[in-house]
């Protein structure tokens, strides 16, 4: 597994304003609804969600705090509700990590 250090620099060098990324959980796959990138800097990243009322400011720390137990999620091991405490924008950050991990893991 991929460093978080690794996994936030891919996303800086590759995410782009504009971009689209699909809403997806571990337990129910792709949920239908797409977010946009709108900004990519280096402590957070900026989506437009569809649901949302306002444009949502993703911090680092939020992704690496879930990085630190997404193998134990993607194994349904850890419940998506234990992430609660670690960030309200749970939603984004799994949507994106998975992201990440198409496009770097199962292309590698």
Request: net charge positive.
């Amino acid at each position: 597994m991929a460093t978080f250090d690794n996994v936030w620099s891919w996303l800086q060098n590759n995410m782009k304003s504009g971009q689209l990324v699909k809403n997806w959980s571990v337990y129910h796959g792709y949920l239908g609804r797409t977010m946009t990138v709108l900004d990519v800097r280096s402590d957070y990243i900026k989506v437009d969600p569809p649901k949302a009322k306002n444009i949502q400011v993703v911090p680092r720390e939020d992704f690496k705090k879930l990085w630190e137990d997404w193998p134990a999620y993607k194994s349904r091991e850890l419940p998506r509700s234990a992430f609660l405490e670690k960030s309200r924008f749970i939603t984004y950050v799994i949507s994106i990590l998975h992201y990440y991990e198409q496009e770097v893991v199962d292309n590698a």
